[in-house]
């Protein structure tokens, strides 16, 4: 699973959960997937994402040193942090690990770098 994808990923639908985001995030392990670099890509994807989950997302992944804590208003400007925004976002692979609903505590597994986010019966 990219992080890219966890930055999407919400655990709303299970009965009684009103954010269910972001998921708490466990990697037990990871790979680092080389792919070539497009500032446009990292630049339009931006806006769709949540700025404090890609900052929380860095810290897991011990990238916390590469990502400042609030998102710069000239972010297009900076390709060095575009660069590593492409590498948290795009090159990291969590391959085992574990995500964890932050109001109900329910943890969904990613085994094979797929998330099981699958729910029970009684949870919808």
């Known amino acids: 699973m990219r992080l ?3 930055n999407f990923l919400t655990s709303k639908a299970i ?3 009103k954010v269910g985001f972001p998921l ?3 990697i037990a392990k990871k790979d680092v997937v080389e792919s070539e670099f497009n500032a446009t890509f990292i630049e339009r994807l931006l806006p769709r994402l949540d700025w404090p989950a890609i900052r929380l997302a860095a810290e897991i992944a ?3 040193d590469d990502i400042p804590s609030e998102q710069p208003a000239n972010i ?3 390709e060095e942090l575009l660069k590593k925004l ?3 976002l795009l090159e990291i692979d969590v ?3 574990q995500l964890e609903c932050p109001e109900t505590g329910r943890v969904f597994p990613i085994t094979d770098g797929i998330p099981n986010m699958l ?3 009684d949870e919808v």
């Open 15 to 17: 009965k009684g959960v």
């Open 4 to 6: 890219s994808t966890y």
């Open 62 to 64: 011990d990238l916390a």
């Open 76 to 78: 297009a400007e900076n």
């Open 86 to 88: 492409h590498h948290l």
């Open 95 to 97: 391959l085992e690990g």
């Open 24 to 26: 708490k995030l466990t």
């Open 119 to 121: 729910l029970n019966e």
